[in-house]
């Protein structure tokens, strides 16, 4: 098992930038495959990106490919989400998850780990 404690969401206006960092702690971190997940309000939880193990393969789903970056430092047991170009759309509570997986998987039932999650708000 891996705890996961997300920090740097906020308030940001229409184009704006924001970088959401996931610390964990427990088992050995590149065990794990990891992925931000986000839930907005009235609707269901979606898959947003994920990076494997030693960050050699990324997954984006469609809407954010060219404005998000998922990163890992192995070192620092740590995953970040860079957001550019954000819009109202992006607004949601970001989550942190883990999976034992070998593969990047965009299906929540694969990440057995989550954290807490971190609220990002775009205004327009």
């Known amino acids: 098992q891996v705890q996961l404690v997300e920090s740097g969401g906020g308030l940001v206006q229409y184009g704006g930038s924001l970088k959401l960092s996931c610390a964990a702690s427990?088992?050995?971190?590149?065990?794990?495959?990891m992925a931000w997940f986000r839930q907005a309000p009235g609707k269901e939880r979606e898959f947003v990106a994920g990076?494997?193990?030693?960050?050699?393969?990324?997954k984006y789903t469609d809407s954010v490919k060219g404005r998000f970056t998922i990163s890992r430092d192995n070192a620092k047991n740590t995953v970040s989400l860079q957001m550019n170009r954000l819009t109202p759309e992006d607004t949601a509570v970001y989550y942190c998850?883990?999976?034992?997986?070998?593969?990047?998987?965009?299906?929540?039932?694969?990440?057995?780990?989550w954290g807490q999650g971190t609220q990002a708000t775009v205004s327009s």
């Open positions: 990076i494997s193990r030693f960050g050699g393969t990324t």
């Open positions: 427990g088992r050995t971190f590149t065990s794990y495959v």
């Open positions: 998850a883990a999976s034992t997986r070998i593969v990047v998987t965009s299906s929540e039932s694969n990440y057995g780990d």
